[in-house]
């Protein structure tokens, strides 16, 4: 089952759309970045990665994605001519309003498929804020993460190394040239320095990627081929579509349906909303 572009909601006439989302009241959005990747992998790497496996979560369930777009924040590559970076109050004025519009399809839940660190804490604060506005559910499902935990020898969590290679073989494999791989920064000094912003409990906030790798990237695209890299955007999407649904069960439990308003719990003021025209 390999990709599915006729799940993107711009390539849907209306009707079709709609009757998707009103059927399954779920929509799936995708996050990237067009950041540098060395020589070897495109700009829209981050991007195509969440394409693919946002298609692939999007027909398990029978619905759509509504990609945000290719850009994401990403600043800290910007020394790098040709990354593209959004303020993260753009990126979450993007979601916010895209969430706005699969609210008023029918759309209940939202998992959103991101493949890029750089995102992730706006992507919770603009999340919160759909949530409170438009009534809907977000989940986020942090694909890279997935990809190297299933995964975690095959799939380094590198930047533009075997994990994110075999994200863009899955999604084009005529967009990698490892003949044209540049300079790779030292991988066990590349791994450290990651690992300093990947810390959870006191960590730094990543200023500029030199401060990871001097040349842009690390480690090992080659370990990455095209079968398996099929194979593993396929387990990636499956374990997307099954904590979703452990989640959705858990929460529909923990709260009975009628006890939130269906249109928003919460103004963004903090007092309840109970009438949308007040709004
Ligand atoms: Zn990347």
């Given at each position: 089952m390999p990709r599915h572009p006729e799940r993107l909601i711009?390539?849907l006439?209306?009707?079709?759309?709609?009757?998707m989302i009103?059927a399954t009241k779920v929509a799936v959005v995708a996050?990237?970045?067009?950041?540098?990747?060395?020589?070897?992998?495109?700009?829209?790497?981050?991007?195509?990665?969440a394409s693919s496996i946002a298609e692939r979560v999007a027909d398990r369930l029978d619905t759509l994605v509504a990609?945000?777009?290719?850009?994401?924040?990403?600043?800290?590559?910007?020394?790098?001519?040709?990354?593209?970076?959004?303020?993260?109050?753009?990126?979450?004025?993007?979601?916010?309003?895209?969430?706005?519009?699969?609210?008023?399809?029918?759309a209940?839940r939202i998992i959103v498929v991101?493949?890029?660190?750089?995102?992730?804490?706006?992507?919770?604060?603009?999340?919160?804020?759909?949530?409170?506005?438009?009534?809907?559910?977000?989940v986020i499902a942090?694909s890279?993460?997935i990809t190297?935990?299933l995964?975690?020898?095959?799939?380094?969590?590198?930047?533009?190394?075997?994990?994110?290679?075999?994200?863009?073989?899955a999604y084009?494999?005529?967009?990698?040239?490892?003949?044209?791989?540049?300079?790779?920064?030292?991988?066990?000094?590349?791994?450290?320095?990651?690992?300093?912003?990947?810390?959870?409990?006191?960590?730094?906030?990543?200023?500029?990627?030199?401060?990871?790798?001097?040349?842009?990237?690390?480690?090992?695209?080659?370990?990455?081929?095209?079968?398996?890299?099929e194979q593993i955007a396929e387990a990636v999407a499956d374990h997307v579509v099954a904590r979703a649904r452990e989640i959705w069960a858990?929460?529909?439990?923990?709260?009975?349906?009628?006890?939130?308003?269906?249109?928003?719990?919460?103004?963004?003021?903090?007092?309840?909303?109970?009438?949308?025209?007040?709004?």
């Amino acid at each position: 089952m390999p990709r599915h572009p006729e799940r993107l909601i711009e390539r849907l006439a209306q009707p079709a759309a709609a009757a998707m989302i009103a059927a399954t009241k779920v929509a799936v959005v995708a996050t990237g970045s067009v950041e540098q990747h060395g020589g070897h992998l495109p700009l829209g790497t981050d991007a195509f990665a969440a394409s693919s496996i946002a298609e692939r979560v999007a027909d398990r369930l029978d619905t759509l994605v509504a990609c945000l777009g290719p850009v994401g924040v990403a600043h800290y590559h910007l020394a790098w001519p040709g990354t593209l970076s959004l303020r993260p109050s753009t990126l979450a004025a993007v979601l916010v309003d895209v969430a706005g519009g699969l609210a008023a399809a029918g759309a209940a839940r939202i998992i959103v498929v991101n493949w890029h660190e750089g995102n992730t804490p706006t992507l919770r604060l603009a999340s919160d804020e759909a949530q409170r506005m438009h009534g809907v559910q977000v989940v986020i499902a942090e694909s890279h993460v997935i990809t190297h935990t299933l995964f975690p020898q095959e799939m380094e969590f590198t930047h533009a190394g075997s994990m994110e290679t075999a994200a863009v073989l899955a999604y084009d494999a005529s967009l990698v040239h490892l003949d044209r791989v540049s300079a790779a920064s030292d991988r066990s000094a590349g791994e450290v320095a990651h690992g300093l912003f990947r810390r959870p409990d006191v960590y730094p906030v990543l200023r500029d990627f030199h401060q990871v790798a001097p040349t842009g990237w690390y480690g090992r695209p080659e370990l990455a081929s095209e079968e398996r890299a099929e194979q593993i955007a396929e387990a990636v999407a499956d374990h997307v579509v099954a904590r979703a649904r452990e989640i959705w069960a858990a929460l529909a439990d923990a709260v009975p349906a009628d006890a939130v308003p269906a249109d928003a719990a919460v103004r963004a003021d903090g007092t309840a909303a109970t009438d949308r025209a007040h709004r």
